[in-house]
């Protein structure tokens, strides 16, 4: 199911080696083995399966996302991130934009659901035209309002992140979001993520 959202790879730690040579040199200074650095494959594979994680504390991404406040009400429990998000309180919502669900979109709840957002946007307006202050107004809005925020996580908060909200478990526009995550980490640093 598609639920619209976006994802993209902002920023990520920059060193020589990139992550993935930081992370191994890290973890080889525990042994004081850095001169070993790159010579063997899946060694930091083999660290994280012996649950020697805080190597890969050391490096972190940082990822812009277009998703539901729904998504993230529960993006924030993740502590050990750092987010911005962009304000209801300062930024007039000027035009509705919100996320549909496919299981609602799909079916003939979609009428009710399109009347309630429209009644939502509505009066959220009506607000404004009487002098009420947006972080006011703002009450009135959906957790269906389309959002947008800036998540930098390290990357052992990430392997927590991706095995936690891409389960069946999850919400599922999360777990699109998580999906989306978890694919650019593995593709870019699969000796971190690959076994995701």
């Known amino acids: 199911m598609d639920y619209g959202?976006?994802?993209?790879?902002m920023a990520f730690t920059e060193c020589v080696g990139g992550p993935q040579?930081?992370?191994e040199w890290a973890g080889r200074l525990c042994y004081?083995?850095?001169e070993k650095t790159g010579t063997r494959p899946g060694w930091i594979q083999e660290r994280i399966k012996d649950g020697h994680e805080s190597i890969i504390e050391h490096t972190s991404a940082t990822f812009y996302i277009v998703c539901?406040?729904?998504?993230t009400h529960e993006l924030?429990?993740?502590r050990l991130a750092s987010y911005?998000?962009?304000s209801q309180r300062y930024v007039k919502e000027n035009e509705p934009k919100y996320i549909?669900?496919?299981e609602i979109f799909e079916t003939e709840l979609s009428l009710i659901y399109t009347e309630v957002m429209d009644s939502c946007w509505s009066a959220y307006g009506e607000l404004l035209r009487q002098g009420v202050k947006p972080e006011i107004a703002r009450y009135v809005l959906p957790n269906a309002c389309e959002t947008q925020i800036v998540m930098t996580m390290n990357f052992r908060e990430l392997r927590h992140f991706i095995k936690l909200r891409t389960s069946k478990r999850a919400l599922p526009e999360m777990r699109e979001v998580a999906g989306k995550v978890k694919d650019i980490c593995v593709e870019k640093w699969p000796e971190?993520?690959?076994d995701l």
């Open 100 to 102: 549909t669900p496919p």
């Open 68 to 71: 539901s406040r729904v998504v």
């Open 5 to 9: 959202s976006e994802v993209k790879l």
């Open 21 to 23: 040579g930081l992370v």
């Open 84 to 86: 911005s998000q962009r």
């Open 32 to 34: 004081n083995l850095q």
């Open 76 to 78: 924030v429990r993740h």
């Open 192 to 194: 971190v993520f690959g």
